[in-house]
Antibody, heavy 116, light 107 residues
């Protein structure tokens, strides 16, 4: 069964850091681009970052450039999002998703709350 | 950045109704447009990709079409399980962007 299980969310103070993880199973993880998408409470979806199969290409939305880093470990079938210098506006549910260009499978999401 | 404008933002409809949701792109995205359905507290689900191709397992009452930079999602006969929020997304150009969403509620 195909699964994407996100973890690592929680409450963090402004300026703090958090590392999200997404454990993949049920498919050949190394064959797919992977994506992070977030959704602020009561708001719409926002694409955050993409990473190529071998990690050689990474793309970010402007609002997180220089603060967030997407990475992956194909040996561990895991996707990561390192989030530094967090701001209140980063508060959201963060979803990892598998991309065959289109986001055809999503994890359940992990909540990040940035607040003092 | 490419802006996607969805309309309407809210639809009140009855079971059996035909529902049409529009998504207008601020510039060309070719056919690199997808539609997703999201129910409360759940992750989005891919419905349509390539502007008009139905994702495997999605009921045939859902369809997508395109004309230039105007894209449409149609639900031919609304079912109880279709009450949800729908989003379009363009995957032609970085940064990838989503529309603001259309909430379909029971009349």
């Amino acid at each position: 069964e195909l699964q994407l299980v996100g973890s690592g969310g929680g409450l963090v103070q402004p300026g703090g850091s958090l590392r999200l993880s997404c454990a993949a199973s049920g498919f050949t993880f190394s064959s797919y681009w992977m994506t992070w998408v977030r959704q602020a409470p009561g708001k719409g979806l926002e694409w955050v970052a993409n990473i190529k199969q071998d990690g050689s290409e990474k793309y970010y939305v402007d609002s997180v450039k220089g603060r967030f880093t997407i990475s992956r470990d194909n040996a561990e079938n895991s996707l990561y999002l390192q989030m530094n210098n967090l701001r209140a506006e980063d508060t959201a549910v963060y979803y990892c998703a598998r991309a065959t260009l289109y986001l055809n499978y999503w994890g359940q999401g992990t909540l990040v709350t940035v607040s003092s | 950045d490419i802006q996607l404008t969805q309309s309407p933002s809210f639809v009140s409809a009855s079971v059996g109704d035909r529902v049409t949701i529009a998504c207008r792109a601020s510039q060309g995205v070719s056919s690199y447009l997808a539609w997703y359905q999201q129910k409360p507290g759940k992750a989005p689900k891919l419905l349509i990709y390539g502007a008009s191709t139905l994702q495997s397992g999605v009921p045939s009452r859902f369809s997508g079409s395109a004309s230039g930079t105007e894209f449409t999602l149609t639900i031919s006969s609304l079912q109880p399980e279709d009450f949800a929020t729908y989003y379009c997304q363009q995957l032609n150009t970085y940064p990838l962007t989503f529309g603001g969403g259309t909430k379909v509620e029971i009349k």
